[in-house]
């Protein structure tokens, strides 16, 4: 059985830009190159379609840059 996961918690792209304050979707995939402890989609639809992540793993992430001064709290985020 694979991983049973809440629907309401999936975001795509767009979603995930718009949680870590990223004015573009395709941010998201430079951030999962230059952070290798970025949560990983945990559904993929194969090459150059979606991508799920889950919003609870996302959010600890996000929380987690802030605190190390990785990300800014307010506006856009470092690249």
Sequence with gaps: ??????????????????????????????????????PRPVREFGDRRAKLWLRPEIEEWSARQLAEGRRRRKGRARL
């Design 1 to 38: 059985m694979g991983r049973q996961v809440d629907v309401d918690d999936l975001l795509d792209a767009n979603g995930v830009a718009e949680l870590l304050g990223l004015a573009h979707r395709n941010t998201v995939s430079v951030y999962q190159h230059r952070y290798d402890d970025m």
